[in-house]
């Protein structure tokens, strides 16, 4: 079995985060990515495929896959409409040991053609307000002002930082914040004027559920007979200012996933 490719294993909130920004592609590059490996396996996702999201419910800071279908509706192949099926969990994370393969199953129904192809798209969002130079906030569609991004990952940070209980009615932000408190009590963060410190553990939260959330991929590919495809990493909300999408995508794993195995996708590919 093969490792997933892990394309920035060493860009972490320790480093220089303007480096993470540099490596970030835009809208338009990452469809350049995907069109590329879309060839490569024969994937065309308006004929033998479904696409699933799975993001924050705040569509301002999760319009990768609206720019997708967006931009390849046009096309003068694609006869049919894309296919999505989405999956919203606050701030993208698929929660180790809450969220399961099951929640996707009704997705793997709605592939065209009896085709048996899936392709996942997994990214949690953090807001970067290019003025300040700020992370965890962002300038959203009509507002003069920055708030946080993502906002539930940032409530909780600061839930958690003031040693209170989480103790919240709805049950997928309590697993959420139960999720990330382990993840601060196993590795203390450092709080940064610059708001790093949020970058940081959203990097880790994305990590740690990449883990489970390709697991969980196996088993639906095993239980399913379908292939799926899994690209995943951070998207990176800037400022609106009246532009549509200007987010960044900062890519960090990829993986193809048949019958129940791992192949890797190499950046080499990308």
Known sequence: MHQIADFNETATAHQNNEELLVKAKTLEEFEDVLDKIFVKYGIKPEKNAVFISISCPDDQSSSVLSHVVMRNKHKEDTSQHYLVYNRCVFGGIFVPGFKTFESLIPATHHIPNDAKNVVVLNFTHIGYDEESKKWGEFKRYGHNHTSASCGAIVTLYNLIKQNKDIGLQDEDLKE???????????????????????????????????????????????????????????????????????????????AMIRDGEVEEITYDEM
Do not use: C
């Not at 790093?196 to 399913?224: G, N, P, R, V």
């Open 176 to 254: 959420l914040g139960m999720f990330l408190r382990n993840l601060l009590l196993k590795e203390p963060i450092e709080e940064k004027e610059d708001g790093s410190h949020i970058l940081e553990l959203t990097l880790k939260a994305f990590d740690e559920q990449s883990k489970w959330l390709i697991e969980e991929l196996k088993k639906l590919s095993k239980k399913e007979s379908i292939n799926v495809f899994y690209l995943g990493g951070l998207e990176v909300d800037t400022n609106k200012d009246g532009k549509e999408f200007n987010d960044l995508i900062f890519l960090k794993k990829a």
